[in-house]
């Protein structure tokens, strides 16, 4: 192979001719079949998505909106940057990868997949500021405009993760990147209100201008793509190989239908190789001195903490872009309440993963657990207090107590929390229930709903309160708070070590 100008597409052909079987007939007619029918599943919502978009937004909904997607936006560079981004299977990094072949050869394939995923991710992207821009007129232009906009930022944001694993320094970018969308999406969330709302009106008016912006920030992309598949050759081949590591990691938590292993896997990348310097423990009482250790864990990570108390803005966005409360805001709430609280669980999921070790320790089970639900009790009443005093602010909420409901609240959500750290892994046995729908596995629709169920069930006056409208009278905190504590001591009481 010395003799070839590029050898690595004569590897990859004899290590194919090794595999013995190319695609069948049979293979491509259901690949076919499946594309036609995702195309027939998505043309109704996004038929339904463009006829919505001919409207006049209201400057206040569209800049909750933009702040959303923006959000959104960083959120995608992030799961991009921890995914890798370029990685490539097993084989490839276990024979390629080390080899002398070109490495951008060996990572082609890999550069061709990502941009693949940037064209639906941009499409994405641009409906959904059109969605919140709105276009009156159903303009063609104004489409367009919109979605090389998307194209542009998620080609980009893509082709700077890849620089990012090429270089320190474009790593610092992405990371800068990353922070100034939030504070831009924080600022056009604030501009949505008051004389914000002239400014950001006169700034979505003239297409010729977004035309514009469009058209340069294509250029900028193209640049950064055409640098990051230049960069491909400089990637060292350890940040590929971790990278393919994680990618196998989730792969096979993927295909073995486990998704609690994600968990881990996250946890064990961010700790490995880190230095922590040792901090004494303090003089605490058994129960107490055990889950110290999940305190100790969240307070190393104050980018975490800070990143968790933010997110306690999004019932807020959510409320002023769909125009009030309603379901969706309820159901934001409860979810990001438990979210939170399910950060401070750690210790108790290795607990019921490894219950031996537990024992060991000397500690009754019970007294154990409750001291572990004293940080996600505290993690979720500040969470809730923050997003419930948001909406006051925004004048979604009437009148009455409702910071109140959020520290009542947080006993049942603490105990949805542990419920769901210790939930056993996918039952895959369990019977599949043919519905006009399509089947529908039971051992993963369980899995899911461990720990949501409790948690929706003991806030019910928290969730009455959001979806009715009312001024909340002063018995629903009381009922929250009995209905809270309730819930909490009955699953502590009926929790056992064995049984999940």
């Known amino acids: ?55 006049q937004s209201d400057p206040a909904r569209a800049a909750a909106g933009a702040a959303l997607i923006m959000l959104a936006y960083a959120g995608l560079l992030v799961v991009t940057r921890a995914a890798g981004p370029v990685a490539v299977p097993a084989a490839d990094a276990a024979w390629l990868v080390l080899s002398p072949l070109d490495r951008r050869g060996v990572l082609g394939r890999t550069a061709g997949l990502l941009a693949a995923v940037s064209l639906p991710a941009g499409i994405v992207l641009g409906v959904g500021v059109l969605a919140v821009l709105g276009s009156p007129d159903g303009s063609v232009v104004m489409l367009i405009t919109v979605v090389v906009l998307g194209l542009a930022a998620s080609a980009g944001g893509m082709a700077v993760a890849v620089l990012a694993q ?31 709302r002239r400014l950001l009106a006169a700034a979505s008016a003239p297409v010729p201008y977004g035309m514009a912006l469009a058209g340069a920030s294509a250029m900028v992309a193209a640049l950064l793509v055409r640098r990051a598949w230049a960069s491909l050759g400089d990637i060292p081949a350890r940040t590929v190989l971790a990278a393919s590591s994680r990618v196998g990691h989730v792969a096979t938590a993927a295909a073995g239908m486990e998704p609690g292993a994600l968990t881990w896997i996250a946890e064990d990348n961010h700790w490995r190789g880190r230095l922590l310097r040792s901090r004494r423990w303090p003089a605490l009482p058994s129960p107490s001195a ?15 903490l800070a990143a968790m108390l933010g997110t306690s803005l999004l019932p807020f966005l959510v409320a002023r872009a769909t125009g009030g409360l309603g379901p969706l805001t309820a159901a934001v709430v409860i979810t990001g309440a438990l979210a939170v609280a399910a950060a401070g669980t750690s210790g108790a999921r290795r607990d019921g993963d490894n219950p031996a070790l537990a024992r060991l320790l000397g500690v009754g089970f019970r007294e154990g657990l409750a001291a572990r639900a004293v940080l996600p009790v505290l993690l979720s009443a500040g969470w809730l207090t923050l997003a419930l005093g948001g909406l006051a602010l925004e004048g979604a909420l009437t009148s009455g107590p409702w910071w109140l409901l959020g520290p009542a ?43 949501v169920d409790l948690a929706t069930l003991g806030c019910v006056p928290l969730l009455l309160a959001l979806t009715v409208q009312r001024p909340v009278p002063e018995t629903f905190p009381a009922g929250q708070v009995l209905l809270g504590a309730a819930v909490l001591s009955g699953y502590l009481f009926r929790a056992r070590r064995d049984v999940r």
């Open 1 to 55: 192979m010395s003799g070839l100008a590029d050898p690595v597409p004569a590897v990859r052909a004899f290590i194919r001719s090794r595999k013995g079987g190319q695609p069948s007939w049979l293979d491509r007619y259901t690949a076919l079949f499946g594309l036609a029918m995702a195309a027939v599943v998505l043309a109704q919502p996004v038929s339904s998505a463009f006829a919505a978009v001919t409207r």
């Open 290 to 304: 055990q889950a110290w250790q999940d305190w100790r864990r969240l307070s190393r990570r104050p980018g975490r």
């Open 166 to 196: 090429a270089s320190q320094t474009w790593s610092s970018w992405l990371q800068a990147t990353v922070v100034v969308t939030v504070l831009l999406a924080a600022a056009v969330a604030l501009l949505g209100s008051g004389a914000g």
């Open 409 to 451: 609240a947080a006993p049942a959500v603490a105990a949805g929390a542990l419920r769901m750290a210790r939930r056993r892994p996918v039952d895959h046995s369990m019977p599949v229930i043919d519905t006009p729908g399509g089947a529908i596995p039971t051992g993963p629709l369980l899995w899911a709903v461990t720990g």
